[in-house]
Nanobody
């Protein structure tokens, strides 16, 4: 499964971005989609997940209350809305999945277990 992220960019603190994850017209309806982010020099960390049943999990305490993950009606796009962006949100954001994952978002994503990734989209929060 080849995933593609989009929607990143440069935004001022307090602004919002909506990141999208697609699979070239393939339905994502049967996959748990996980958003992760990576700051240079640090490990990738899970941000949020949406299950194939549209149940959601937020992994990062620092973004709770500021993000929303959703799947569009066509089931081909999973979006991550981030509001009230802060400089510490600056990172490359990835969407990923484990195509052999059992239904349901993991309690905590394990990077090594995710077998399909996008190329990442850069989010920079700065004045």
């Amino acid at each position: 499964l080849h995933l593609v992220e989009s929607g990143g960019g440069l935004v001022q603190p307090g602004g919002s971005l909506r990141l999208s994850c697609e699979a070239s017209g393939v339905s994502l309806n049967n996959y748990e989609i996980i958003w992760l982010r990576q700051v240079p020099g640090q490990e990738r960390e899970g941000v949020s997940c949406i299950s194939r049943y549209d149940r959601t999990v937020v992994y990062l305490d620092s973004v709770k209350g500021r993000i929303s993950i959703s799947r569009d009606d066509t089931k081909t796009t999973v979006s991550l809305q981030i509001d009230n962006l802060k400089p510490e949100d600056t990172a490359v954001y990835y969407c990923a999945t484990n195509t052999r994952m059992s239904p349901g978002c993991p309690a905590l994503p394990v990077v090594a277990e995710l077998d399909s990734w996008g190329q990442g989209t850069q989010v920079t929060v700065s004045l």
